[in-house]
């Protein structure tokens, strides 16, 4: 393989409350990786090292993710350690809280910066829960964010991330796509975890990427079926984890196992993953 991603969800927080959310985990009693310098730099060495080891030609990626990572701390000193060690770094945010500072300082070395964006209305976007202290989401100001990114760094790439649900499928967002431009839209269909609830049937699925049928814009679909057991994720205490039947599944922290066993706990469906990138 060419890249390997390695999602890293540094932090479970969030300033949102989307009702669907998948970053609920089990409760570890063990504190979150992120808030620790020593315990972060251990993490991404032996994350490089083991899969280096396994995949010597291949890059890796490291996507991090959340819960919003802009809450953590030590956000910037993640990003410039892993991309020291030699990894390429993609990281995933609602942007909400994201600053002209953290733009400046660590657009330079991100290779891909993806944008959630769910609905362009105030009331869908509240139902969904995505709005914090009654405040939604100035458009003006991803524009803005994206334009920088774009001046800073001349070879990011811009991936916009919607998640279809029972309060935006009928939609319609191709103009604010087609205005964006990103390089990648990432259309996934609501996984339902640790709940019988379907968030997304599949004919509400369908209906969004029907309307969508026409932009003219790197579109790439994922259906609950091809998310399930077709990422490398790695939960905010450090352990490998997976989305099985509805529910997750978690190895031992990485920091107990030794580098050259690490692989062996990673849980997931290459066939699949490969059909993903």
Same mark, same amino acid.
């Given at each position: ?14 300033? *949102? ?11 570890? &009693? ?12 251990? +993490? ?12 010597? $030609?291949?890059? +890796?990626? +490291?996507? !991090? ?17 892993? /991309? ?16 002209? %500072? ?10 891909? /910066?993806?944008?959630?964006? $769910? #609905? ?15 405040? #939604? ?8 964010? !994206? ?9 990011? &790439?811009? %991936? ?5 649900? %029972? ?24 996984? =339902? ?11 509400? *699925?369908?209906?969004?990427?029907? %309307? ?7 579109? /790439? ?7 399930? $057991? =077709? ?14 039947? =509805? ?8 920091? $107990? ?21």
């Amino acid at each position: 393989m060419k890249e390997i991603t390695i999602n890293w969800h540094i932090i479970q927080k969030c300033n *949102y409350k989307c009702y669907y959310c998948f970053a609920k985990y089990d409760n570890y &009693k063990k504190k979150e990786i992120h808030y620790s310098k020593k315990e972060i730099e251990l +993490l991404l060495n032996r994350v490089y090292e083991a899969f280096k080891l396994k995949y010597k $030609d291949s890059d +890796l990626r +490291l996507n !991090i993710a959340g819960g919003e990572p802009t809450l953590s701390k030590n956000l910037d000193y993640i990003i410039q350690t892993a /991309f020291s060690m030699g990894f390429k770094i993609s990281i995933i945010t609602n942007s909400s809280i994201l600053t002209t %500072k953290f733009i400046r300082e660590n657009a330079k070395y991100i290779s891909m /910066f993806a944008i959630s964006i $769910d #609905s362009l209305d105030t009331e869908t976007n509240h139902k969904i829960g995505r709005f914090s202290k009654n405040k #939604s989401l100035e458009f003006s100001k991803i524009f803005k964010n !994206i334009e920088l990114l774009r001046i800073i760094n001349k070879d990011i &790439k811009i %991936k916009i991330n919607t998640v279809i649900n %029972k309060y935006n499928y009928h939609e319609y967002i191709g103009d604010f796509i087609s205005l964006v431009k990103p390089d990648k839209w990432k259309v996934f269909q609501a996984l =339902s975890i640790n709940t019988n609830k379907i968030h997304c049937t599949e004919e509400q *699925y369908m209906i969004f990427l029907q %309307k969508h049928r026409n932009i003219n814009i790197n579109l /790439f679909p994922e259906s609950n079926d091809e998310m399930t $057991d =077709s990422y490398i994720m790695i939960d905010p205490h450090g352990r490998f984890y997976q989305n099985t039947n =509805s529910t997750y599944t978690y190895s031992a922290s990485i920091l $107990d196992i030794c580098t050259s066993e690490i692989i062996n706990h990673v849980d997931v469906n290459f066939d699949k993953y490969k059909n993903r990138y």
